[in-house]
């Protein structure tokens, strides 16, 4: 399968990184880092499929992760919604003046469609 690899040039901008574990069914010893935890495989449910996944713990790390948001043209969050949620996952904890739209975490709304 080669669909996590494949990215449209279009989006070369936006410099996305894509995980992807190969691993057994049942082989629960994925390697990692300490700063980077890995959960047991787990399934969803979607149109009538069983999807395997696994949920990666980013709590050491998240802060080195995320420097900028775009929201798109047609989503129907707001920024304050972003900020809200951000707060809420720890992103604002110890952030100097409280938030402004340049520290920590660039929040902006993109005018351009997607295609």
Do not use: H
């Not at 574990?21 to 049942?26: A, H, K, L, N, P």
């Not at 082989?27 to 069983?50: C, H, M, Q, V």
């Not at 402004?100 to 709304?109: F, L, S, V």
């Amino acid at each position: 399968m080669k669909f996590p690899f494949v990215k449209n040039r279009g989006f070369q901008e936006e410099k996305e990184w894509r995980a992807v574990v190969c691993s057994q069914i049942g082989n629960y010893n994925i390697p990692g880092s300490d700063e980077i935890k890995f959960s047991k495989i787990k399934y969803r449910a979607t149109d009538g499929k069983l999807i395997p996944y696994i949920e990666m713990d980013f709590t050491n790390v998240k802060k080195d992760f995320i420097k900028e948001i775009w929201i798109g043209p047609r989503a129907c969050v707001e920024i304050e919604d972003v900020v809200n949620f951000l707060n809420y996952n720890g992103y604002y904890e110890k952030a100097e003046n409280g938030y402004n739209a340049q520290q920590p975490i660039k929040i902006e709304k993109s005018s351009v469609t997607y295609r």
